[in-house]
């Protein structure tokens, strides 16, 4: 057999209080999808990023074609033929397409950008991906889903031997996620190596070759094809088996606790939406991409501010016109983009954890540090935040943890509604059980929840009862008796129409 394309031994990375990599390494052959998988916190980004050139080990070897290099800088390595597809989106939003997939490698002609070769060598790169739009069309003006094909294209455009796909289907659609597996395919029928990170083990089941496990920063094991399985992966990742993984206990609803007749919303103002939330209720709500999720609960928390329409938070009329008017209603939001909009990256634990309640604990302006300490103490403990301390910034926490520390935020005030947008988006399965777990407390103790998921076996396996939309409007809702996928798919694609 030939020499990996790509060989790392012994790769060790250490941050302030953490040590992200143990000794690991990993190795993958041309015309191979290898997966890289592991909980939150495991070292996968890291490692990624130490290949890619983006930061260096502090100890260990890299290999391409069995020959020892340093990778100093991104450029050292795309010019090797190693490519990385980041999770979080690396594009210049108010640049064209063509701009985007040639900045800093510009096609020039006489010292100028020689802007119709880079349109037309644009164009056969967006073909790869399947994306139809003109290279001139601004990146900003581009739904998530074409923006995530858009930096997949821009990985091609370098001619790689090895590309690393970083969670690439998180922003995507169903359909744009069959279009990258078919790219997969095709990138390995043409001997491209390539790397692929996911939470979501269907898709590595569906695409790889081998799957390599890491564990708290260190090799956990290795699965070849016909040994690449939920349960032998789960058992990799988390040292442990996970029985009763949507362990769902309904309980008895209360009194409503949300009501929610005739709201209008900016995005959909033809359908008026109708509904109600009991305590002790967890309400699903599904829909396929563009389905009018986000923008519900954006303008029942007064994000986006309804155009009409009443909400009554337990028993209370509301009308949101601002997040500090749903505060006080009772309502809290643990929104889809934690690292944009629920947590202060730069800033420690115990800060982001009082942020929300700053107002109501530490009166006449002065920081009650004692409340605050506390409060990041009973956070950490309550929701098993990993983190070396309440004085670590949440930038160097996983994602998991991060989403431990937007929850433990809001929970900080004793919301009476809790609205989750994606909660789980970018978490793994261990990760995954344990907000599971918190969600089943909070019901417990009498808080209604409305979450959105896009993942289908999360709404089914945590909902009382699911709420269908399709195009801004409520096409159907289902108990926990009839909740099945072909149901909520039927409503999903409003085939009853």
Same mark, same amino acid.
């Given at each position: 057999? #030939?020499?990996?394309?790509?060989?790392?031994?012994?790769?060790?990375?250490?941050?302030?209080?953490?040590?992200?990599?143990?000794?690991?390494?990993?190795?993958?052959?041309?015309?191979?999808?290898?997966?890289?998988?592991?909980?939150?916190?495991?070292?996968?980004? !890291?490692?990624?990023?130490?290949?890619?050139?983006?930061?260096?080990?502090?100890?260990?070897?890299?290999?391409?074609?069995?020959?020892?290099?340093?990778?100093?800088?991104?450029?050292?390595?795309?010019?090797?033929?190693?490519?990385?597809?980041?999770?979080?989106?690396?594009?210049?939003?108010?640049?064209?397409?063509?701009?985007?997939?040639?900045?800093?490698?510009?096609?020039?002609?006489?010292?100028?950008?020689? !802007?119709?070769?880079?349109?037309?060598?644009?164009?056969?790169?967006?073909?790869?991906?399947?994306?139809?739009?003109?290279?001139?069309?601004?990146?900003?003006?581009?739904?998530?889903?074409?923006?995530?094909?858009?930096?997949?294209?821009?990985?091609?455009?370098?001619?790689?031997?090895?590309?690393?796909?970083?969670?690439?289907?998180?922003?995507?659609?169903? /359909?744009?996620?069959?279009?990258?597996?078919?790219?997969?395919?095709?990138?390995?029928?043409?001997?491209?190596?390539?790397?692929?990170?996911?939470?979501?083990?269907?898709?590595?089941?569906?695409?790889?070759?081998?799957?390599?496990?890491?564990?708290?920063?260190?090799?956990? /094991?290795?699965?070849?094809?016909?040994?690449?399985?939920?349960?032998?992966?789960?058992?990799?990742?988390?040292?442990?088996?996970?029985?009763?993984?949507?362990?769902?206990?309904?309980?008895?609803? /209360?009194?409503?606790?949300?009501?929610?007749?005739?709201?209008? #919303?900016?995005?959909?103002?033809?359908?008026?939406?109708?509904?109600?939330?009991?305590?002790?209720?967890?309400?699903?709500?599904?829909?396929?991409?563009?389905?009018?999720?986000?923008?519900?609960?954006?303008?029942?928390?007064?994000? !986006?501010?309804?155009?009409?329409?009443?909400?009554?938070?337990?028993?209370?009329?509301?009308?949101?016109?601002?997040?500090?008017?749903?505060?006080?209603?009772?309502?809290?939001?643990?929104?889809?983009?934690?690292?944009?909009?629920?947590?202060?990256?730069?800033?420690?634990?115990?800060?982001?954890?009082?942020?929300?309640?700053?107002?109501?604990?530490?009166?006449?302006?002065?920081?009650?540090?004692?409340?605050?300490?506390?409060?990041?103490?009973? #956070?950490?403990?309550?929701?098993?935040?990993?983190?070396?301390?309440?004085?670590?910034?949440?930038?160097?926490?996983?994602?998991?943890?991060?989403?431990?520390?937007?929850?433990?935020?809001?929970?900080?005030?004793?919301?009476?509604?809790?609205?989750?947008?994606?909660? !789980?988006?970018?978490?793994?399965?261990?990760?995954?059980?344990?907000?599971?777990?918190?969600?089943?407390?909070?019901?417990?103790?009498?808080?209604?929840?409305?979450?959105?998921?896009?993942?289908?076996?999360?709404?089914?396996?945590?909902?009382?009862?699911?709420?269908?939309?399709?195009?801004?409007?409520?096409?159907?809702?289902?108990?926990?008796?009839?909740?099945?996928?072909?149901?909520?798919?039927?409503?999903?694609?409003?085939?009853?129409?």
């Amino acid at each position: 057999m #030939t020499a990996p394309v790509l060989q790392a031994e012994g790769l060790t990375k250490s941050y302030p209080g953490v040590r992200a990599l143990r000794g690991v390494g990993l190795s993958v052959q041309s015309g191979e999808v290898l997966a890289v998988i592991g909980e939150n916190g495991a070292g996968k980004s !890291t490692l990624m990023k130490i290949l890619a050139g983006v930061q260096p080990p502090d100890s260990g070897e890299i290999r391409i074609s069995g020959a020892p290099v340093r990778l100093r800088s991104v450029q050292e390595a795309q010019a090797l033929g190693i490519a990385l597809i980041h999770q979080e989106l690396n594009l210049a939003e108010n640049l064209d397409v063509a701009d985007n997939l040639f900045l800093g490698r510009e096609r020039l002609r006489h010292g100028l950008i020689d !802007t119709r070769r880079q349109h037309a060598e644009a164009r056969q790169h967006l073909a790869k991906v399947g994306l139809d739009v003109e290279p001139s069309v601004p990146v900003g003006t581009l739904s998530l889903g074409q923006r995530q094909l858009v930096e997949i294209a821009k990985a091609l455009s370098v001619d790689a031997r090895v590309v690393i796909f970083d969670e690439p289907t998180s922003s995507l659609s169903s /359909g744009e996620a069959a279009n990258l597996f078919r790219v997969i395919r095709d990138l390995r029928s043409r001997g491209v190596a390539v790397i692929y990170i996911s939470h979501r083990l269907g898709e590595v089941k569906e695409l790889a070759d081998r799957v390599v496990v890491l564990r708290d920063g260190e090799n956990a /094991g290795e699965l070849p094809r016909d040994e690449i399985h939920h349960a032998a992966m789960v058992r990799l990742m988390v040292g442990r088996d996970l029985t009763q993984f949507y362990a769902h206990q309904p309980l008895s609803p /209360g009194r409503p606790m949300l009501e929610v007749d005739g709201l209008r #919303t900016a995005a959909n103002p033809r359908h008026p939406l109708q509904f109600r939330v009991h305590a002790g209720e967890i309400v699903g709500v599904a829909g396929l991409v563009g389905a009018g999720r986000t923008e519900m609960l954006e303008a029942l928390f007064g994000v !986006t501010p309804a155009l009409g329409g009443v909400v009554r938070v337990d028993g209370v009329e509301s009308r949101p016109e601002s997040p500090q008017d749903a505060i006080r209603a009772g309502l809290a939001l643990v929104p889809e983009d934690r690292k944009r909009q629920g947590v202060i990256l730069e800033m420690a634990v115990r800060e982001n954890v009082s942020l929300a309640a700053l107002r109501r604990d530490s009166p006449r302006g002065f920081l009650n540090r004692l409340w605050e300490n506390s409060l990041a103490a009973e #956070t950490i403990r309550n929701l098993r935040v990993k983190t070396p301390s309440p004085l670590q910034s949440v930038q160097f926490l996983s994602g998991g943890n991060q989403q431990k520390v937007v929850l433990g935020k809001w929970l900080a005030l004793k919301p009476k509604v809790l609205l989750m947008d994606e909660p !789980t988006r970018g978490i793994d399965v261990g990760a995954k059980h344990e907000i599971y777990r918190l969600m089943e407390d909070l019901a417990r103790e009498g808080v209604a929840i409305l979450f959105v998921s896009s993942e289908l076996e999360e709404v089914l396996g945590l909902s009382d009862r699911v709420l269908v939309l399709h195009e801004g409007r409520i096409t159907g809702e289902l108990p926990r008796s009839a909740l099945n996928e072909e149901a909520v798919l039927h409503l999903a694609t409003d085939t009853s129409a």
